[in-house]
């Protein structure tokens, strides 16, 4: 064979290698996940959870954030990107519950599966399916677990809520005084419940310098504050750092939701006394499955599924079902 016959040959081979490159790059989904914010570890989690799935199901996954909780036009941005990047399917945890909406409605108009992932849009029925943990339950589950714990004791409640409005914030806020025994709006409430013994409420964010914050301002209007209820475990982390300084952290009883690693090591310190657990890492790999089977088969998830939560707790009371910290640890974000 000539020289010249040889590399015509190699020159082939590399063209068709190139042109099968090309044809499987075409039938690659392309997903996106665009969470609230990139430093929450809960996002941090669900993210590992997507990327993970993808590359073992064989999608591309394109990924983005807003600046902080509620950054509603950070997220809007990042679903045009993504369109224009040519994402079938979009996994969003959004920030703004009804500001979203019409930037989710340009992108299912253009044929684009929308899957809302741990918290829901208002309405529900903005995007095709919803998969997330029941924050009411959560609420609920934690709300038992401090009414057990203190019995008829009486309560000063503070709240170190997420802002106001949003759905999960809400549901987990409302079901912790259903809970208890409070005076409570149902699930489908976005207002925030205050019956008389909640003396305090303050909006966190989810952050545990905000946490710190709030704590602290709840302490001065009302230093016999007994309960605390937090959004989330970094803001639990910044209520009990406000306690300890105050010399109060002994005498004050925190629950929260999330169940996140760092968190359930916090129970077992017994700096949380419990917490309802939530699995991100399984809602990311349901979210990309499922963008998949509409890439390959045009099947479109649809409805509300529910991705399950656990109380765990520093110390078991009767009459209310939770594990330890130690299965908490060995389940945290949802890993196996």
């Not at 609920?140 to 503070?158: E, F, H, M, S």
Request: aromatic residues 4%.
């Amino acid at each position: 064979m000539s020289i010249t016959r040889t590399l015509a040959v190699s020159l082939s081979a590399v063209a068709l290698a190139a042109l099968a490159q090309t044809a499987a790059a075409a039938d690659q989904p392309i997903i996106g996940l665009i969470t609230k914010t990139e430093t929450n570890p809960f996002f941090v989690k669900m993210k590992e959870g997507a990327t993970e799935a993808a590359k073992a199901k064989g999608a591309k996954l394109l990924t983005a954030a807003g600046k902080q909780d509620g950054d509603n036009a950070g997220q809007v941005t990042a679903i045009e990107n993504m369109i224009a990047a040519g994402a079938k399917t979009i996994l969003i945890t959004p920030s703004d519950a009804k500001a979203i909406v019409p930037a989710i409605k340009k992108a299912r108009d253009k044929g684009v599966l929308v899957i809302a992932l741990d918290s829901p849009t208002d309405p529900l029925e903005a995007v095709d399916a919803l998969f997330a943990t029941d924050n009411y339950k959560a609420g609920v589950l934690i709300g038992q677990y401090a009414k057990a714990t203190l019995g008829d004791k009486p309560v000063k409640i503070a709240t170190l809520d997420l802002f106001p409005g949003h759905p999960v914030g809400a549901q987990r806020h409302n079901g912790f005084l259903k809970g208890y025994g409070l005076d409570a709006l149902p699930a489908t409430s976005n207002e925030l419940s205050k019956p008389a013994q909640v003396v305090c409420m303050a909006d966190s964010f989810g952050d545990q310098a905000k946490g710190q914050t709030a704590m602290e301002n709840c302490l001065q209007k009302n230093p016999d504050i007994n309960v605390v209820y937090t959004i989330n475990e970094p803001a639990a982390a910044g209520a009990y750092k406000a306690l300890k300084a105050a010399g109060k952290e002994k005498n004050v009883l925190i629950v929260s939701v999330d169940g996140g690693c760092t968190g359930v090591k916090d129970v077992a310190a017994g700096k949380i006394a419990a917490t309802s657990q939530q699995y991100p890492l399984r809602m990311a790999a349901m979210g990309v499955e499922a963008g998949i089977e509409y890439a390959k088969g045009g099947k479109k998830a649809a409805g509300y599924t529910d991705t399950g939560v656990t109380l765990i707790a520093n110390k078991a009371v009767a009459g209310v079902d939770s594990k330890d910290a130690k299965t908490g640890l060995n389940l945290c974000w949802g890993k196996k």
